[in-house]
């Protein structure tokens, strides 16, 4: 099995490309979903980051305030590296299960959805890298038009992310989703139409 790990910086088209990969019929590990699930309702991370952040539990749902949580690791990057320590192996184990459930169901292509691909290091996990890319004028105008989103939020987090140039230096494919949607699933069709003639890689070792 053929692993694609799919990343690329806030307001690039990850989520559009990721939806087009379901729709080729690619199976996609979502990592911002597990996240989600981790920190909601009886989620398998509540208790430890509950206890790590005092005032951030939903106690009627014993699900995480993300609005809370945000609002206090956002300014300080040892906080954040708390809360990193604690869901970074879980999603991990998540993404584990996920390969194994495709592999013994005979998948050829899977697909680890990673916002931090490079930043964590998971490049070494997976086969190949596709990084989205889009024009930093289309980005910045997709981004800032979500809700909640304001220019200083939006700063921030291009901080904590490598610049988009490196990435696309280290991918072993770059998508432009500037182009629109039709030029984007074109893309993603070529990408695995080629991994499928490849073959999978022998040299990736896999969880």
């Known amino acids: 099995m053929i692993i694609l790990g799919l990343t690329g910086s806030i307001g ?10 379901t729709r080729l019929g690619v199976p996609v590990h979502d990592s911002d979903a597990s996240v989600h699930q981790l920190l909601g309702p009886n989620g398998a991370a509540v208790a430890a980051v509950a206890a790590a952040f005092p005032g951030v539990l939903d106690q009627p749902n014993n699900a995480i305030d993300r609005k809370k949580l945000g609002a206090m690791i956002f300014p300080d990057p040892t906080k954040k590296a708390v809360l990193e320590g604690i869901l ?9 299960d996920f390969l194994h459930k495709n ?8 697909v680890l959805d ?8 998971a490049e070494s996990r997976v086969d190949k890298v596709i990084v989205v890319t889009a024009p930093p004028h289309v980005q910045r105008q997709r981004v800032l038009a979500r809700p909640t989103m304001t220019v200083d939020k939006f700063n921030a987090i291009l901080a904590g992310q490598m610049p ?17 949607r039709v030029h984007t699933m074109r893309s993603l069709k070529t990408i695995v139409r080629n991994l ?3 073959g999978p890689s022998p040299h990736v070792h896999h969880p």
């Open 12 to 21: 690039m088209g990850k989520s559009t490309a990721a939806a087009m990969f």
């Open 88 to 96: 970074h192996p879980m999603v991990r184990q998540s993404q584990a």
């Open 103 to 110: 592999r013994a169901l005979g998948v050829k292509i899977a």
């Open 114 to 121: 990673i916002p931090l691909l490079y930043e964590t290091g």
């Open 164 to 180: 988009d140039a490196d990435k696309c230096k280290r991918a072993d494919y770059i998508v432009q989703t500037g182009l629109g």
């Open 196 to 198: 499928l003639q490849q």
